[in-house]
């Protein structure tokens, strides 16, 4: 067999390609279901009790559904633009007792341009997070308003979140 | 039989410099050693780490890294199967297993053959979501190029297909230019992998452009 590119195509080609994940394959997939590609336990991570995931699946039930709310998008639409399935959607809304798949959570990242890192914690696919994001994860989904169409101070509260979770994306 | 290929390089990230790297066609003890002394260990620390041993348990990734060597014997002597390792220094960076027991879905070419991309995966230290510090760019590239190479060489005009994870899609659908099937619903991949193909005229256009 005769590789079809020439050594000097292959360079001009790896400079200019985005610098992206590229790995493909289902065992592969299984790796990534469980967060392995989320940094290493440091001393301020603490590693999550079931009952503890529950209340992160509350948290991550609440920021995706004010989110919908604030861009004004029922679940059909978020699943549309998202590419993701209604039902996911909104078992991830209503049930802390279901685990997103990770393809979902980061469709839903890249819509709402939240870290899927952070996202995957809050699913519970990763056992191992910061104690400040836990705490402040929990703070959030106590003062979310479930009822419907944000108030200003919803608002203030979801956008205050979602800093936080995008001001610590690059914390280990 | 393992057989290089060809010389290529991959970009060091840190220095920003080429280094050579050799393509192999089939791979030997070394990429399997490679993959258990010096992959695995990576990884399972992470597994350690990020979830209880009843995770583990359930999703049966105990066994998975023995997928690779186990998928190697068994693939010895079957025809259909073929397998591409990327080394620098006689270290593995990546590694690819494919089978031309598959066929194309698109409806142009649906029903023919194709290479399939059964497992393509570049080390871990190469990574950007293992490793803040990413070292080799560029094994994805090599990969996709030997099994359209392989393609062609099979009389497939250059027709392969594969399931993404979620953080490569942007790269099989954008940057190589493949056609996004959507969510394949099939037991194997439970309803998370995308499915994506390329036709031979995408094909001529990866190689070409």
Not at chain 2, 37 to 62: F, G, H, K
Request: charged share 25%; with cysteine.
């Amino acid at each position: 067999m005769k590789l079809l590119v020439s050594r000097e195509w292959l360079r001009n080609k790896i400079l200019t390609d985005p610098d992206t994940e590229i790995d493909a394959g289902s065992a592969l997939m299984v790796l990534e279901a469980l967060g392995v590609t989320v940094p290493v336990l440091a001393a301020n991570e603490v590693v999550l009790a079931d009952d503890r995931v529950v209340q992160m699946r509350i948290a991550l039930g609440a920021l995706i559904r004010q989110l919908r709310f604030q861009q004004k998008l029922s679940v059909a639409a978020l699943a549309r633009n998202a590419i993701v399935a209604e039902d996911e959607i909104r078992s991830i809304e209503h049930d802390p007792h279901y685990a997103p798949k990770p393809r979902t959570l980061h469709q839903l990242a890249g819509h709402f341009h939240l870290p899927v890192r952070q996202l995957m914690a809050m699913s519970g696919a990763t056992r191992a997070i910061d104690r400040a994001f836990y705490n402040e994860a929990v703070r959030f989904a106590a003062r979310a308003d479930d009822l419907g169409a944000l108030n200003s101070e919803d608002t203030n509260v979801l956008y205050a979140f979602v800093k936080y979770m995008n001001d610590r994306q690059d914390v280990k | 039989m393992k057989e290089a290929i060809e010389t290529v390089d991959l970009l060091n990230r840190e220095t920003q410099q080429f280094e050579p790297a050799i393509l192999y066609r089939g791979i030997d003890k070394t990429n399997l050693d490679d993959f258990d002394r010096r992959w695995r260990p990576l990884i399972d620390v992470r597994i350690a780490q990020m979830t209880s041993p009843s995770e583990i348990a359930a999703a049966n990734i105990q066994d998975w890294h023995w997928d690779w060597r186990d998928k190697a014997k068994k693939r010895t002597g079957q025809l259909a199967s073929d397998s591409f390792a990327v080394e620098i220094d006689g270290i593995t960076q990546g590694l690819l297993f494919t089978t031309s027991a598959a066929f194309a879905r698109i409806d142009e070419q649906k029903g023919l053959d194709i290479v399939y991309l059964e497992y393509l995966a570049t080390a871990p230290w190469n990574r950007k979501g293992f490793t803040t510090r990413p070292i080799y760019k560029g094994v994805g590239r090599v990969l996709v190029a030997a099994a359209i190479s392989l393609s062609h060489d099979l009389g497939f005009q250059g027709r392969i297909g594969l399931h993404s994870i979620p953080q490569s899609e942007s790269w099989y659908r954008d940057t190589c230019g493949m056609n996004d099937l959507g969510v394949d619903m099939n037991a194997d991949h439970r309803g998370v992998l995308r499915y994506f193909e390329m036709t031979s005229d995408g094909a001529n256009a990866f190689i070409s452009s």
